[in-house]
Structures are given as C-alpha cells and as structure tokens.
C-alpha cells in the first residue's frame, strides 16, 4: 500500500520496449536486463508478464480499479 506523500517513479514506453526487445530479441535474462537499465527487477517481470497477456507492455486502465 501507498504511504501518504510517497512519490511514484514513471518509465517511459520506450524504456518498457527495450526491456521487451532485450529479452526476446537478445535472450537476455531478466535480472541482467534490471542491472543494465538500473530499474527494479520486479518491474521487468511486470512489464514481461503484461506483454504475454496483454501484448502490450502498459497497464490497461481497468487493471487500476480496486474491486
């Protein structure tokens, strides 16, 4: 959960593109491609899960709403 005045880091989409192109073009793996683009390795299994079910790498906005 969110903590009161807790600021969120944004990534680009062409960020998220390159982590998807590094690891199916370059077979690289996902603990690599984190280090190599100083981003949290639990990001890049994100947007590598979101591209296999969604084949895209945003959040669709129906995935925000708390149900």
């Avoid at 062409?14 to 793996?29: A, G, H, N, S, T």
């Avoid at 979101?50 to 925000?64: D, I």
């Amino acid at each position: 959960m969110a903590k009161k005045g807790q600021k969120f880091k944004n990534y680009s989409s062409k960020l998220k593109e390159e982590v998807i192109r590094l690891y199916f073009e370059e077979q690289l793996p996902k603990r690599t491609i984190a280090s190599l683009l100083d981003i949290d390795q639990s990001r890049v299994r994100l947007w590598i899960n979101n591209y296999l079910t969604h084949g895209t790498v945003e959040l669709c906005k129906s995935q925000h709403k708390n149900v």
